[in-house]
């Protein structure tokens, strides 16, 4: 199994790892927007691709004192991982569970209800900006989670469903629709970019031993936009949902019913009556959802 040089190791610690846990850490407008500008996204695609060409299939060891710790390079070994979790391979810092409501004509009855008056408000403004969405999307969410007395109290955000509205709008910007539309967004913009995993017994791969308590990192970003591997990976591609899965390709971290349900619903509920246009392909690796300000036109149906 190669073991990177420390040039490699460092660049894919300076360009991949710590950025990403930094956009993680750091979610605010201004962190997003320079990571916008320098596209931080697709130079981390493009460092994969070369540790890949470089060391790949097997797992890339890094040269990190102290610790083992393993890049996944290959597909097929991001699928045996995530087959695996939680055992052998554990989480690594992973994020409690929470708990959430079944997927119901409730849910999508709130959302479509809060859609309605983003709807007329896009309208009398011409535009739907992020601001507008979170906002809706921030009342859609606490009336299905907490109850419609919850709907303005904003100390109250589930987690999941804040990744869940930053992939729709996303979404909205790339013309996408319905749970495809949801999925290929988080296909090009992951909720998760990092997996981390670390082994609770010594595992082999590709003939290979590694010791217990390695650590393994996924980038998810160039499994789901490595262009030597898939040919719709820059573009808006929703029909790749109608196929089997592919297990290197993870959009959420978890998929619960209705998280999507919600984020399907307000796409199409708002898609229902206004269009907007989409951004231009090659779509960019990284997108300052913060920053979106989308022209919208009203369509020919009516809002009841």
């Given at each position: 199994m190669a073991i990177s040089s420390r040039l490699d190791t460092t660049r894919v610690l300076a360009t991949v790892v710590l950025p990403t846990l930094a956009q993680g850490r750091f979610r605010g407008p201004g962190a997003l927007a320079v990571a916008e500008k320098v596209q931080s996204g697709t130079r981390a695609i493009d460092a994969m691709r070369r540790l890949r060409d470089r060391y790949g299939p097997e797992p890339v060891r890094l040269r990190v004192t102290g610790r083992s710790v393993a890049v996944l390079v290959d597909p097929t070994d991001v699928g045996r991982l995530l087959a695996a979790t939680p055992e052998p391979f554990a989480p690594v810092a992973a994020a409690p569970d929470e708990p959430l409501p079944p997927a119901n004509d409730q849910v999508e009855a709130v959302v479509r209800d809060e859609a309605d008056l983003l709807t007329r408000h896009a309208m009398s403004t011409g535009e739907l900006t992020w601001t507008a969405f979170e906002q809706a999307w921030g009342r859609a969410t606490r009336r299905i989670v907490f109850g419609d007395d919850a709907r303005d109290d904003e100390r109250?955000?589930?987690a999941a469903f804040d990744e869940a509205g930053i992939i729709t709008m996303r979404a909205l910007a790339i013309g996408a629709r319905g749970v495809n539309g949801i999925l290929e967004s988080a296909r090009l913009w992951p909720a998760t970019p990092l997996l981390r995993r670390?082994?609770?017994?010594?595992?082999?791969w590709h003939g290979t031993g590694l010791p217990e308590n390695t650590e393994f990192i996924v980038f998810t970003p160039f499994f789901h936009r490595d262009p030597d591997r898939l040919p719709f990976a820059d573009r808006c591609a929703p029909e790749f949902w109608d196929g089997p899965r592919d297990p290197a390709i993870v959009p959420f971290r978890t998929e619960p019913d209705a998280v999507l349900l919600a984020a399907a619903t307000m796409l199409d509920a708002l898609s229902e009556h206004l269009s907007f246009p989409a951004l231009t392909e090659p779509l960019p690796g990284?997108?300052?959802?913060?920053?979106?300000?989308?022209?919208a036109t009203?369509?020919?149906?009516?809002?009841?």
């Open positions: 109250r955000t589930p670390r082994s609770t017994i010594a595992t082999r990284t997108l300052n959802h913060f920053a979106l300000s989308l022209p009203p369509t020919g149906t009516r809002v009841s």
